[in-house]
């Protein structure tokens, strides 16, 4: 890729926020990253872009680094309980048994956005001046973003990462993580990836690999 541009996004919900998987169902589990899907829906919407535009999917690279990374102790779960009624008066019901659901509390994260001059410069201003509401994970969990003014980035080889990294790596958490959508005719399918997100960083590896050099010598995986 030439002429190499960023932007990091300090993001975090003032409350909790949850990034469900798929498969969980009476409990609701939560990835400990928010997936790359819902990173392009937050981008997506401070663009203004309908939810079936694909086409943002190629115009970026993103690299995410968890700032907290106590995991066990930045989520907690939750009973859920279904009310009936109205503004004025509620009452429980229990047609189905009470749901368990997990929430991330007091996380924080750095996203990086790597692209050429003008798509990064274009998303740098919509995060400035959102078309929508931004939220990430549910629509109620709104978000607070610091958005870092567009710098270069350089293609290095190395083996120390400051950021998650596809694959199966020690002293990290695995994960598959939702990465994109493709459309087959009318049909709309889900691609993840595996990624280990490191307990501390920087996360020295056997071997060297492809990653982004950022000022302040940060070293980040994207895709």
């Known amino acids: 890729m030439n002429n190499i541009f960023s932007i990091r996004l300090r993001i975090n919900c003032p409350y909790f926020s949850t990034f469900r998987k798929p498969t969980s169902t009476s409990t609701i589990l939560t990835y400990f990253i928010p997936p790359y899907t819902t990173i392009r829906g937050l981008i997506s919407n401070a663009m203004g872009l309908p939810r079936d535009d694909l086409r943002m999917q190629e115009w970026f ?8 990374t ?15 009624g109205n503004s004025e008066e509620y009452r429980r019901n ?3 048994s009470p749901m368990f659901k997990e ?8 996203i990086f956005l790597i692209g050429n001059n003008e798509r990064i410069n274009e998303i740098y201003l919509s995060l400035l001046n959102p078309e929508r509401m931004l939220y990430i994970g ?11 003014e567009p710098d270069f980035a350089e ?6 990462v400051c950021s998650v990294i ?7 958490i695995i994960e598959k993580i939702p990465y994109k959508f493709t459309k087959t ?39």
Not at 189 to 214: A, D, G, M, Q, W
């Open 185 to 223: 005719g009318k049909k709309i399918n889900l691609e993840y990836k595996t990624i280990s997100i490191p307990y501390k960083y920087p996360l020295l590896l056997e071997r060297k690999v492809s990653l982004f050099k950022l000022k302040e010598d940060r070293y980040i995986w994207a895709t």
């Open 103 to 110: 929430f991330l509390v007091n996380w924080d994260y750095e």
């Open 70 to 84: 106590d995991f066990e102790k930045s989520s907690e779960m939750a009973k859920i309980l279904k009310l009936k």
């Open 138 to 148: 549910d629509s109620d969990a709104m978000v607070d973003i610091d958005v870092s």
């Open 61 to 68: 690279k993103i690299g995410i680094k968890p700032l907290v």
């Open 94 to 96: 229990f047609s189905s």
């Open 155 to 160: 293609e290095v080889v190395t083996n120390k």
């Open 166 to 172: 596809e694959g199966f790596y020690d002293d990290c």
